[in-house]
T-cell receptor, first 114, second 114 residues
Framework: DGGITQSPKYLFRKEGQNVTLSCEQN?????MYWYRQDPGQGLRLIYY???????QKGDIAEGYSVSREKKESFPLTVTSAQKNPTAFYLC?????????????FGDGTRLSIL | AQSVTQLGSHVSVSEGALVLLRCNYS??????LFWYVQYPNQGLQLLLK??????LVKGINGFEAEFKKSETSFHLTKPSAHMSDAAEYFC????????????FGKGTMLLVSP
């Protein structure tokens, strides 16, 4: 079945450490997104990519970095500059900018600080 | 810029009762509106969407929503709540027909009691 795979489901980070969250899709979608979810805050856009080797900052990009070297992969790195990284992270995709399809979501990664 | 306001962070209903989750939006152009549902530790699943045309939109699991331009609202309803409806619900708005970026509300947790 086609879908989005996020791994790991739970991740723990020590202070000062960078961690990378994986997002892989086999839907052949062009556009991919990373959201951060905090209790009572809804989803906030971190980064998005409309095409391979291109990405744009969202509303809360500080302390995060991404790459898009392959169409199916959009990893998110939470750097030590992100002072409050504990959250639930969701990856999403759509076929492309002019598609008429809603965003398709992965099952998320929960990141916690040790 | 667009925004979404969901009234009530928590809504409690009895099984069999009417479900009403409120969503108001702000947009400078005709909006595209969505309702998503999230079960614990999972991603978001699309319930229904409004793009153009009929203002009463039917979705999955017996949910429906009505787009009211004069009230800038897109409230979600279900005639009879089921225990399995207990989840968090998010309203979202986009002003791009390709759904390239979504702005989410902060979510409403629906609690269903027997």
């Amino acid at each position: 079945d086609g879908g989005i795979t996020q791994s790991p489901k739970y991740l723990f980070r020590k202070e000062g450490q960078n961690v990378t969250l994986s997002c892989e899709q086999n839907l052949n979608h062009d556009a991919m997104y990373w959201y951060r979810q905090d209790p009572g805050q809804g989803l906030r856009l971190i980064y998005y990519s409309q095409i391979v080797n291109d990405f744009q900052k969202g509303d809360i990009a500080e302390g995060y970095s991404v790459s898009r070297e392959k169409k199916e992969s959009f990893p998110l790195t939470v750097t030590s500059a992100q002072k409050n990284p504990t959250a639930f992270y969701l990856c999403a995709s759509i076929p492309g900018l002019n598609s008429n399809q809603p965003q398709h979501f992965g099952d998320g990664t929960r990141l916690s600080i040790l | 810029a667009q925004s979404v306001t969901q009234l009530g962070s928590h809504v409690s209903v009895s099984e069999g009762a009417l479900v009403l989750l409120r969503c108001n939006y702000s947009s400078s152009v005709p909006p595209y509106l969505f309702w998503y549902v999230q079960y614990p530790n999972q991603g978001l699943q699309l319930l229904l969407k409004y793009t153009t045309g009929a203002t009463l939109v039917k979705g999955i699991n017996g949910f429906e929503a009505e787009f009211k331009k004069s009230e800038t609202s897109f409230h979600l309803t279900k005639p009879s709540a089921h225990m399995s409806d207990a989840a968090e619900y998010f309203c979202a708005v986009s002003v791009n027909p390709g759904y390239s970026t979504l702005t989410f509300g902060k979510g409403t947790m629906l609690l269903v009691s027997p």
